[in-house]
Nanobody, 124 residues
Framework: QVQLVESGGGLVQPGGSLRLSCVGS????????IAWFRQAPGKEREGVSL????????RYADSVKGRFTISKDNGKNTVYLQMNSLKPEDTAVYYC?????????????????WGQGTQVTVSA
């Protein structure tokens, strides 16, 4: 009932910036939060950041705090992830996900709708 499409990934040098976008369609009013996750080869998927549908409350993983900023444009049904001071360890496929449980957490099991992912590569 909620469809999500990510875009904005690419190749960037360490210290550079990228902005990811997540566009939602369908029953977008039903979700409680939108989150960004990432998965690098050989590693578990991890939560990066979230933003609530209501008042825009945000959360960040410690690994990205101070470097990444999540925001939204309700009129465009779009959530953004501004990534600054990128490091090689940020290299991963980044996924957008929507959750309906009324809790603000980056636990993966709270999110039932997922985008297809967009590749971010940080390399000199």
């Amino acid at each position: 009932q909620v469809q999500l499409v990510e875009s904005g990934g690419g190749l960037v040098q360490p210290g550079g910036s990228l902005r990811l976008s997540c566009v939602g369609s369908g029953f977008t009013s039903k979700y409680y939060a939108i989150a960004w996750f990432r998965q690098a080869p050989g590693k578990e998927r991890e939560g990066v950041s979230l933003i609530s549908n209501g008042d825009g409350t945000t959360r960040y993983a410690d690994s990205v705090k101070g470097r990444f900023t999540i925001s939204k444009d309700n009129g465009k049904n779009t959530v953004y992830l501004q990534m600054n001071s990128l490091k090689p360890e940020d290299t991963a496929v980044y996924y957008c996900a929507a959750g309906t449980g009324e809790v603000l957490s980056l636990r993966e099991n709270l999110y039932g709708s997922w985008g297809q992912g967009t590749q971010v590569t940080v390399s000199a």
